[in-house]
């Protein structure tokens, strides 16, 4: 009798952990994460690769080196790039704005961007200062996760591209 009263026990305790959410149910994410997403709708997001002005690096990622650039993610915003051809004093060129972007990879002078969930691949030209997107892959990646763990449940037609620290 004993172990039928700590079976029953067991069972009811793991049944009051399963809950049929509905669409009324309330949003616990917002509730637990000190985060809030910063999205764009998607015709904004496609339309937000663009080649700037250079400008000073604030929260830097990863570097990559590929003939005589040098990129250097500024993380979920783009990439700086420099020249390197004299590696010991790398002169700031352009930067290359793409919301969402963490990494890069680049093949055949072709540089492919993870844009938030999207993958773009683009061309930059040095000499001309000229860079293009080529092709866009929709939803390769999965949404970005706070940095405290959580996905945000957003509308439909929106891409979370970074969060910021609730006030």
Do not use: W
Not at 104 to 113: P, R, T
């Amino acid at each position: 009798m004993k172990h039928l009263c700590i079976l029953l026990l067991v069972c009811i305790t793991s049944l009051s952990c399963v809950t049929d959410r509905t669409s009324d149910d309330v949003d616990t994410v917002d509730l637990l994460t000190n985060y809030d997403a910063i999205t764009l709708d998607r015709p904004t997001f496609e339309a937000s690769v663009a080649l700037e002005d250079a400008r000073s690096i604030i929260n830097s990622g990863k570097i990559y080196v590929f003939n005589d650039l040098l990129f250097v993610n500024e993380k979920n915003k783009g990439f700086h790039v420099f020249d390197n051809e004299n590696p010991s004093s790398p002169v700031a060129l352009a930067y290359i704005k793409a919301p969402g972007a963490t990494d890069l990879a680049i093949k055949n002078e072709v540089y492919y961007i993870n844009q938030a969930v999207d993958l773009i691949a683009v061309t930059y030209d040095k000499q001309t200062a000229n860079l293009q997107v080529t092709k866009r892959i929709r939803e390769v990646f999965p949404p970005k996760v706070s940095p405290d763990g959580f996905v945000h449940n957003i509308p439909d037609g929106e891409i979370i591209i970074d969060y910021e620290l609730e006030d």
